[in-house]
């Protein structure tokens, strides 16, 4: 079995979040059963960008991260305080996590800002939100990234996306890369996408 933490920052979007848990569970229960996600947050409850409430199922001082082969990060809104958890400590401590043992890890729109924040992203490539009326691209080129102006850019193990409009493309390619390009064929079948 393979698990999957799906970090969580208040102020996040839920639709950017509920990719992951409905891909993956789908590949659960009608793909190869091999994947589990878990929701982790640092707060008992939060709150996502348009007001609406999580619980997430554990909070991060209670999971082991060795216990974990992938991580997922939703992007959100510095309106809601996203980046108050998303550039903490505690969430900088996960990423170099996963980065120093070179596990997948999957962001989607600006939570790539929060590889960059960390130092993981110097001198590699990546995107995050890519509106023209966004400063974003800008702020990951300061943190060293070398920008890619594509819906997803994938480098090595780092997958970073350009909107939310990438959410279910991004969750795909996540779990193509912890099973197969024929199973995740099979669960974009049976979800309608094919």
């Known amino acids: 079995m393979k698990k999957i933490l799906l970090l969580l920052a208040n102020g996040f979007e839920a639709v950017e979040a509920s990719v992951f848990t409905d891909v ?82 999957a962001t989607i729109c600006v939570a790539s800002l929060i590889l960059g924040n960390c130092g993981i992203l110097q001198h590699r490539q990546a995107t995050t939100y890519n509106h023209p009326t966004s400063k974003r691209l800008a702020q990951l080129e300061n943190f060293g990234a070398t920008i890619v102006n594509e819906r997803i850019v994938q480098t090595d193990h780092l997958i970073t996306s350009s909107n939310p409009g990438t959410a279910f493309d991004v969750a795909f390619r996540l779990l193509e890369t912890l099973t197969s390009s024929e199973n995740t064929m099979k669960v974009k079948d049976l979800m309608g996408f094919r």
């Open 24 to 105: 993956l569970g789908w590949n659960k229960w009608e793909g190869d059963g091999t994947t589990e996600v878990v929701t982790v947050g640092l707060h008992e409850q939060l709150q996502c960008t348009w007001n609406f409430k999580v619980t997430p199922e554990k909070l991060l001082h209670e999971i082991t991260l060795e216990d974990f082969d992938a991580l997922a990060i939703p992007g959100g809104f510095e309106e809601a305080g996203f980046y108050e958890d998303a550039f903490s400590e505690e969430f900088q401590t996960v990423v170099r996590h996963f980065d120093e043992r070179k596990k997948p890890i």
